[in-house]
């Protein structure tokens, strides 16, 4: 797979910029701050409709504008397909496949298989638990796109029964029998049921990642620091009591009843916690408590992991995350933000072996000379102006293709 050509207009920095890549490896070579991370946000927003960088999408769009643009030319085995989504404030995204519109934007989703390292993947190893949720998340929905509509539905109930409970906690702690609270409790057991439909569905599939990917990260890791302590990954579930005793064995092969018994362990458990959400109005239960554990040898890879041990686990997540979709079949944009000047000698050319096999390799760089010389590539100069109420970025081709 590889993007034959991207289009941006009032995306971050970028003004109106349309720019023929083809596989292989590109390089975009700019002193930091002048939009080639932008670049990469694009297209990563185009693979997963989300930015790695914000949690929303007003950033996005240029200061000035009233929306931004972002489209691709995508040819996965000989076949071409178009995507673009146009990023509006305060409204409903629009999507379009083959310049016809699509419902929703998440029906383009799988067009771009892409996987993006860059140095907030630090935070993989060292950051919050939602962090490691939206890495499984993300890849999730790269494999399996239904699996986005599973979790909206999922954050859609999720929202409900919280103010629900906040509802009903509220009039609790007045000692009140108000016609709310009362009614708040009278349907939290139908927002249980939807709430355990829909997340037994989303952790049964994390789950089977993890198994899948468990193999990929512990030969990532050994191959960029045999030295080290083996690294292993775990699903941790806040469904644990409720779960049977199988479900601890980080070896269990996934089974097609999965759901169904993740299902009954959910309103188990949902039954044994109400009280205690009652009092305290939010939801204890279900995948947004949910982490994936990190070990190296004995020990959590978080607070024990030296700073090249981190950036070896988080290149480890993000090279296995590549490995599984190859595995698939096709490989996926292969995007490295600026990393190379993060890491020593040795977890370059790790890197640069497996960037030097992909089918698009798409990389930026403040200089050239933190490229490893493993890497062969054709490269643009990104250069930003001031323009009349913010900076514009440029491209240029430079004479010298080579890196």
Known sequence: MYVRSFTLRDFRSWDDVTTDLGPGSVVFVGPNGHGKTNLLESLGYLSTLSSHRV?????????????????????????????????????????????????????????????????????????????????????????????????????????????????????????????????????????????????????????????ELTPHVAESYSSIAPESRPATIKYRSSLAEALPPEFSDPNREPESDDVEVLEAAFLHQLSTMRTREIERGVCLVGPHRDDLELGLGDQPAKGYASHGESWSFALSLRLASFGLLRAEGSDPVLMLDDVFAELDRKRRSALARVASGAEQVIITAAVAEDLPAEIDARRFGVEAVQGDSSRISTITPLEENVC
Do not use: C
């Open 55 to 211: 949690s929303s999408d007003a950033p996005l769009i240029r200061a000035g504008a009233e929306r931004a643009f972002a489209g691709a030319s995508v040819v996965n085995q000989g076949r071409e397909l178009t995507i673009d989504i146009e990023i509006l404030e305060g409204r409903a995204n629009k999507a379009r496949m083959n310049r016809s519109p699509v419902r929703r934007p998440r029906e383009i989703l799988g067009v771009l298989r892409s996987v993006l390292f860059a140095p907030e993947d630090l935070a993989l190893v060292r950051g919050d638990p939602g962090e490691r949720r939206r890495y499984l998340d993300e890849l999730l929905t790269t494999r399996r796109p239904r699996m986005a509509a599973v979790r909206a539905d999922y954050d859609k109930v999720l929202r409900q029964r919280s103010a629900l409970l906040k509802t009903a906690g509220g009039a609790l702690r007045r000692g009140s029998n108000s016609s709310d609270g009362v009614g708040a409790l009278a349907t939290l057991d139908v927002w249980d049921g939807h709430l355990a439909a829909h997340g037994a569905e989303l952790l049964s599939a994390r789950i089977a990642l993890v198994h």
